[in-house]
Protein backbone atom coordinates (compact mmCIF):
# COMPACT_ATOMS: atom_id res chain seq x y z
CA UNK A 1 0.00 0.00 0.00
CA UNK A 2 2.74 2.69 0.69
CA UNK A 3 4.92 1.25 -2.41
CA UNK A 4 1.48 2.24 -4.36
CA UNK A 5 0.40 5.40 -2.40
CA UNK A 6 4.70 6.79 -3.46
CA UNK A 7 4.14 5.67 -6.92
CA UNK A 8 1.15 7.78 -7.31
CA UNK A 9 2.32 10.84 -5.52
CA UNK A 10 5.19 11.04 -7.67
CA UNK A 11 2.73 11.13 -10.90
CA UNK A 12 1.70 14.17 -9.68
CA UNK A 13 4.38 15.66 -10.44
CA UNK A 14 4.75 16.01 -13.58
CA UNK A 15 1.21 16.06 -14.20
CA UNK A 16 1.29 19.32 -11.59
CA UNK A 17 4.43 20.95 -13.90
CA UNK A 18 1.90 19.97 -17.14
CA UNK A 19 -1.12 22.19 -15.21
CA UNK A 20 0.90 24.90 -14.84
CA UNK A 21 2.55 25.49 -18.45
CA UNK A 22 -1.08 24.53 -19.79
CA UNK A 23 -2.21 27.16 -17.32
CA UNK A 24 0.58 29.79 -18.11
CA UNK A 25 0.41 29.39 -21.43
CA UNK A 26 -3.66 29.72 -22.60
CA UNK A 27 -3.45 32.88 -20.13
CA UNK A 28 -0.98 34.93 -21.76
CA UNK A 29 -1.94 33.92 -25.61
CA UNK A 30 -5.00 35.70 -25.24
CA UNK A 31 -5.49 38.91 -26.63
CA UNK A 32 -5.33 42.25 -24.56
CA UNK A 33 -3.64 44.17 -22.23
CA UNK A 34 -3.60 43.15 -18.79
CA UNK A 35 -2.99 46.53 -17.15
CA UNK A 36 -5.60 48.19 -19.09
CA UNK A 37 -7.84 48.17 -15.99
CA UNK A 38 -5.45 50.23 -13.71
CA UNK A 39 -3.84 52.56 -16.31
CA UNK A 40 -5.91 55.64 -16.94
CA UNK A 41 -6.39 56.30 -20.51
CA UNK A 42 -3.56 59.50 -20.50
CA UNK A 43 -1.30 57.03 -18.97
CA UNK A 44 2.06 58.03 -19.65
CA UNK A 45 4.56 55.32 -21.30
CA UNK A 46 7.11 55.95 -18.66
CA UNK A 47 3.80 54.88 -15.94
CA UNK A 48 3.49 52.14 -18.26
CA UNK A 49 7.01 50.71 -18.19
CA UNK A 50 6.61 51.05 -14.36
CA UNK A 51 3.71 48.65 -14.00
CA UNK A 52 5.17 46.46 -16.41
CA UNK A 53 8.31 46.04 -14.55
CA UNK A 54 6.33 46.01 -11.41
CA UNK A 55 4.25 42.66 -12.29
CA UNK A 56 6.87 41.34 -14.16
CA UNK A 57 5.40 41.43 -17.81
CA UNK A 58 8.23 43.34 -19.54
CA UNK A 59 10.26 40.04 -18.89
CA UNK A 60 10.39 36.96 -21.49
CA UNK A 61 7.86 34.60 -21.02
CA UNK A 62 10.02 31.65 -19.78
CA UNK A 63 11.33 33.79 -17.24
CA UNK A 64 8.00 35.03 -16.35
CA UNK A 65 6.56 31.53 -16.56
CA UNK A 66 9.76 29.80 -13.84
CA UNK A 67 9.23 32.82 -11.42
CA UNK A 68 5.79 32.23 -11.18
CA UNK A 69 6.17 28.69 -10.78
CA UNK A 70 9.22 29.46 -8.19
CA UNK A 71 6.36 31.67 -6.19
CA UNK A 72 3.99 29.37 -5.84
CA UNK A 73 5.73 26.78 -4.60
CA UNK A 74 6.75 28.93 -1.94
CA UNK A 75 2.66 30.32 -1.22
CA UNK A 76 2.98 33.14 -3.29
CA UNK A 77 0.62 33.67 -6.08
CA UNK A 78 1.53 37.43 -7.14
CA UNK A 79 -0.55 40.30 -6.54
CA UNK A 80 -4.41 40.91 -8.21
CA UNK A 81 -3.93 43.74 -10.97
CA UNK A 82 -8.04 45.00 -10.67
CA UNK A 83 -8.08 44.81 -6.83
CA UNK A 84 -4.22 45.05 -5.41
CA UNK A 85 -4.44 42.21 -2.67
CA UNK A 86 -2.22 38.84 -2.74
CA UNK A 87 -4.00 36.57 -5.27
CA UNK A 88 -3.71 33.74 -2.08
CA UNK A 89 -5.63 35.31 0.32
CA UNK A 90 -8.43 36.01 -2.84
CA UNK A 91 -8.15 32.61 -3.94
CA UNK A 92 -8.38 30.34 -0.66
CA UNK A 93 -11.34 32.87 0.63
CA UNK A 94 -13.14 31.91 -2.49
CA UNK A 95 -12.01 27.97 -2.60
CA UNK A 96 -13.52 28.06 0.89
CA UNK A 97 -17.09 28.92 -0.43
CA UNK A 98 -16.84 26.64 -3.70
CA UNK A 99 -15.44 23.33 -1.60
CA UNK A 100 -18.72 24.04 0.95
CA UNK A 101 -21.09 24.27 -2.16
CA UNK A 102 -19.35 21.13 -4.32
CA UNK A 103 -19.48 19.08 -1.37
CA UNK A 104 -23.29 19.61 -0.74
CA UNK A 105 -23.98 18.95 -4.63
CA UNK A 106 -21.71 15.96 -4.77
CA UNK A 107 -23.75 14.53 -1.55
CA UNK A 108 -26.88 15.03 -2.78
CA UNK A 109 -26.25 14.12 -6.59
CA UNK A 110 -24.26 10.75 -4.77
CA UNK A 111 -27.05 9.85 -2.20
CA UNK A 112 -29.71 10.64 -5.17
CA UNK A 113 -27.65 9.35 -7.73
CA UNK A 114 -27.08 5.54 -6.19
CA UNK A 115 -30.67 5.55 -5.17
CA UNK A 116 -31.93 5.98 -8.59
CA UNK A 117 -29.28 3.55 -9.62
CA UNK A 118 -30.04 0.61 -7.31
CA UNK A 119 -33.51 0.94 -7.79
CA UNK A 120 -33.24 0.51 -11.73
CA UNK A 121 -30.69 -1.83 -11.76
CA UNK A 122 -32.78 -3.99 -9.24
CA UNK A 123 -36.02 -3.76 -11.31
CA UNK A 124 -34.91 -3.83 -14.63
CA UNK A 125 -37.05 -3.17 -17.64
CA UNK A 126 -39.39 -2.28 -15.78
CA UNK A 127 -41.56 1.36 -15.14
CA UNK A 128 -39.41 2.09 -12.67
CA UNK A 129 -36.18 1.28 -14.48
CA UNK A 130 -37.91 3.17 -16.81
CA UNK A 131 -38.59 6.08 -14.96
CA UNK A 132 -35.24 6.55 -12.95
CA UNK A 133 -33.57 5.86 -16.53
CA UNK A 134 -35.28 8.72 -17.52
CA UNK A 135 -34.85 11.20 -15.05
CA UNK A 136 -30.87 10.94 -14.85
CA UNK A 137 -31.28 11.34 -18.83
CA UNK A 138 -33.07 14.06 -18.12
CA UNK A 139 -30.30 15.36 -15.09
CA UNK A 140 -27.72 15.41 -17.51
CA UNK A 141 -29.76 17.03 -20.50
CA UNK A 142 -30.68 20.18 -18.59
CA UNK A 143 -28.21 23.37 -18.74
CA UNK A 144 -27.64 23.71 -15.15
CA UNK A 145 -27.42 27.44 -15.67
CA UNK A 146 -30.93 27.54 -17.12
CA UNK A 147 -32.68 25.31 -14.22
CA UNK A 148 -30.64 27.96 -11.98
CA UNK A 149 -32.62 30.66 -13.43
CA UNK A 150 -35.80 28.20 -13.32
CA UNK A 151 -35.52 27.64 -9.22
CA UNK A 152 -35.38 31.44 -8.94
CA UNK A 153 -37.99 32.41 -10.85
CA UNK A 154 -40.27 29.63 -8.97
CA UNK A 155 -38.67 29.51 -5.01
CA UNK A 156 -37.27 33.17 -4.66
CA UNK A 157 -39.17 35.38 -7.14
CA UNK A 158 -43.12 33.77 -6.90
CA UNK A 159 -42.98 31.29 -3.78
CA UNK A 160 -40.39 33.25 -1.84
CA UNK A 161 -39.19 30.67 -0.08
CA UNK A 162 -35.56 30.90 -0.32
CA UNK A 163 -33.18 34.01 -1.49
CA UNK A 164 -31.72 34.52 -4.79
CA UNK A 165 -28.57 34.93 -4.94
CA UNK A 166 -25.62 35.69 -2.60
CA UNK A 167 -24.22 33.69 0.28
CA UNK A 168 -25.41 35.76 3.17
CA UNK A 169 -27.43 38.71 4.21
CA UNK A 170 -26.75 42.10 3.05
CA UNK A 171 -24.08 40.31 1.01
CA UNK A 172 -21.99 38.75 3.80
CA UNK A 173 -19.54 35.91 2.52
CA UNK A 174 -18.57 35.12 6.03
CA UNK A 175 -19.39 31.36 6.40
CA UNK A 176 -21.75 30.17 9.70
CA UNK A 177 -23.39 26.93 9.80
CA UNK A 178 -26.87 28.06 10.77
CA UNK A 179 -29.84 28.55 8.63
CA UNK A 180 -30.24 32.19 7.80
CA UNK A 181 -26.93 30.87 6.10
CA UNK A 182 -27.76 27.25 4.48
CA UNK A 183 -30.91 28.83 2.96
CA UNK A 184 -28.98 30.56 0.37
CA UNK A 185 -26.79 27.54 -0.34
CA UNK A 186 -29.94 25.23 -1.34
CA UNK A 187 -31.11 26.69 -5.09
CA UNK A 188 -27.13 26.39 -5.91
CA UNK A 189 -26.54 23.48 -4.58
CA UNK A 190 -29.38 21.70 -5.59
CA UNK A 191 -28.74 22.99 -9.20
CA UNK A 192 -25.42 21.96 -9.10
CA UNK A 193 -26.40 18.33 -8.15
CA UNK A 194 -28.51 17.12 -11.66
CA UNK A 195 -25.61 16.46 -13.61
CA UNK A 196 -23.53 14.34 -11.53
CA UNK A 197 -27.02 12.80 -9.86
CA UNK A 198 -27.85 11.90 -13.47
CA UNK A 199 -24.31 10.68 -14.49
CA UNK A 200 -23.95 8.61 -11.04
CA UNK A 201 -27.40 7.41 -11.59
CA UNK A 202 -26.97 5.62 -14.67
CA UNK A 203 -23.10 4.42 -13.71
CA UNK A 204 -25.07 2.90 -10.57
CA UNK A 205 -27.42 1.50 -12.82
CA UNK A 206 -25.60 -0.44 -15.24
CA UNK A 207 -22.92 -1.81 -12.46
CA UNK A 208 -25.60 -3.25 -10.55
CA UNK A 209 -27.43 -5.14 -13.88
CA UNK A 210 -24.07 -6.40 -14.72
CA UNK A 211 -23.26 -7.53 -10.83
CA UNK A 212 -26.36 -8.97 -10.75
CA UNK A 213 -26.13 -10.88 -13.62
CA UNK A 214 -22.59 -12.73 -12.76
CA UNK A 215 -22.51 -16.42 -11.47
CA UNK A 216 -21.59 -15.89 -8.18
CA UNK A 217 -25.21 -13.42 -7.59
CA UNK A 218 -26.57 -17.16 -8.66
CA UNK A 219 -24.72 -19.08 -6.43
CA UNK A 220 -25.33 -16.91 -3.48
CA UNK A 221 -29.22 -17.09 -3.91
CA UNK A 222 -28.84 -20.82 -4.56
CA UNK A 223 -27.13 -21.19 -1.20
CA UNK A 224 -30.40 -19.32 0.41
CA UNK A 225 -28.42 -16.06 1.18
CA UNK A 226 -31.42 -13.00 2.03
CA UNK A 227 -32.09 -10.20 -0.32
CA UNK A 228 -30.23 -8.31 2.20
CA UNK A 229 -27.04 -10.33 1.58
CA UNK A 230 -27.61 -9.97 -1.92
CA UNK A 231 -27.88 -6.38 -1.61
CA UNK A 232 -24.96 -5.66 0.26
CA UNK A 233 -22.54 -7.49 -1.61
CA UNK A 234 -23.81 -5.49 -4.64
CA UNK A 235 -23.23 -2.48 -3.08
CA UNK A 236 -19.68 -3.77 -2.01
CA UNK A 237 -18.62 -4.73 -5.79
CA UNK A 238 -20.39 -1.41 -7.21
CA UNK A 239 -18.31 0.73 -4.49
CA UNK A 240 -15.01 1.38 -6.34
CA UNK A 241 -16.30 2.69 -9.53
CA UNK A 242 -19.07 4.41 -8.04
CA UNK A 243 -16.54 6.27 -5.54
CA UNK A 244 -14.24 6.74 -8.54
CA UNK A 245 -17.11 8.60 -10.54
CA UNK A 246 -18.26 10.66 -7.41
CA UNK A 247 -14.75 11.88 -7.13
CA UNK A 248 -14.31 12.83 -11.31
CA UNK A 249 -17.88 14.90 -10.44
CA UNK A 250 -17.02 16.60 -7.37
CA UNK A 251 -13.58 17.61 -9.35
CA UNK A 252 -15.78 18.96 -12.53
CA UNK A 253 -17.97 21.02 -9.73
CA UNK A 254 -14.76 22.36 -8.28
CA UNK A 255 -13.55 23.70 -11.73
CA UNK A 256 -17.18 24.12 -13.77
CA UNK A 257 -19.30 26.37 -11.31
CA UNK A 258 -18.39 29.43 -12.93
CA UNK A 259 -22.09 29.62 -14.80
CA UNK A 260 -23.76 28.77 -11.28
CA UNK A 261 -22.03 30.69 -9.08
CA UNK A 262 -22.40 33.90 -11.80
CA UNK A 263 -26.09 32.69 -11.71
CA UNK A 264 -26.60 33.30 -7.99
CA UNK A 265 -23.74 35.70 -7.47
CA UNK A 266 -21.82 32.92 -5.19
CA UNK A 267 -18.53 34.39 -4.08
CA UNK A 268 -16.86 30.82 -4.80
CA UNK A 269 -13.90 30.34 -7.59
CA UNK A 270 -16.17 30.35 -10.64
CA UNK A 271 -17.39 33.73 -9.86
CA UNK A 272 -13.74 34.99 -8.75
CA UNK A 273 -12.56 33.57 -12.29
CA UNK A 274 -15.61 35.42 -14.33
CA UNK A 275 -14.51 38.68 -12.62
CA UNK A 276 -11.09 38.04 -13.45
CA UNK A 277 -11.29 36.88 -17.05
CA UNK A 278 -13.34 40.22 -17.64
CA UNK A 279 -10.98 42.07 -15.51
CA UNK A 280 -7.80 40.81 -17.14
CA UNK A 281 -6.64 39.96 -14.32
CA UNK A 282 -3.64 37.42 -15.38
CA UNK A 283 -2.22 36.91 -11.90
CA UNK A 284 -5.25 36.97 -10.42
CA UNK A 285 -6.66 34.15 -13.12
CA UNK A 286 -3.48 31.88 -13.17
CA UNK A 287 -3.86 31.80 -9.36
CA UNK A 288 -7.14 30.39 -9.41
CA UNK A 289 -7.09 28.01 -12.33
CA UNK A 290 -3.69 26.35 -10.68
CA UNK A 291 -5.27 25.98 -6.78
CA UNK A 292 -8.47 24.12 -8.47
CA UNK A 293 -6.04 22.26 -11.20
CA UNK A 294 -4.33 21.19 -7.93
CA UNK A 295 -7.52 20.66 -5.78
CA UNK A 296 -8.73 18.54 -9.07
CA UNK A 297 -5.43 16.40 -8.93
CA UNK A 298 -5.77 15.70 -4.99
CA UNK A 299 -8.93 14.70 -4.86
CA UNK A 300 -8.32 12.13 -7.88
CA UNK A 301 -5.07 11.07 -5.94
CA UNK A 302 -7.21 10.58 -2.40
CA UNK A 303 -10.23 8.62 -5.04
CA UNK A 304 -7.26 6.00 -5.92
CA UNK A 305 -5.94 5.45 -2.26
CA UNK A 306 -10.39 5.12 -1.27
CA UNK A 307 -10.37 2.61 -3.67
CA UNK A 308 -7.37 0.43 -3.22
CA UNK A 309 -8.89 0.45 0.34
CA UNK A 310 -12.32 -0.76 -1.04
CA UNK A 311 -11.08 -3.20 -3.65
CA UNK A 312 -7.42 -4.46 -2.60
CA UNK A 313 -6.97 -5.81 -6.28
CA UNK A 314 -6.56 -2.16 -7.58
CA UNK A 315 -2.84 -2.05 -5.72
CA UNK A 316 -1.93 -5.34 -6.93
CA UNK A 317 -2.77 -4.77 -10.56
Not at 106 to 117: K, Q, R
Not at 269 to 297: E, H, W, Y
Request: proline share 5%; glycine share 10%.
Amino acid sequence: MLNFLVRRIVYTIPIMLGVALVCFGLVHIAPGDPLVSILPPDASVQLQEQLMELYGFNRSLPEQFLSWVYRAMHGDLGTSIATGRPVTEEVMKAVGNTLRLAWVATVIGFVFGCLFGFVAGYFQNSWIDKLASATSVLGVSVPHYWLGMVLVIIFSSTLMWLPPSGAGEGGSDIWIWNWAHVKFLILPAVTMSVIPMGIIARTVRALVAEILSQEFIVGLRAKGMTDLGIFLHVVKNAAPTALAVMGLQLGYLLGGSILIETVFSWPGTGFLLNSAIFQRDLPLLQGTILVLATFFVALNLLVDVMQTLLDPRIARG
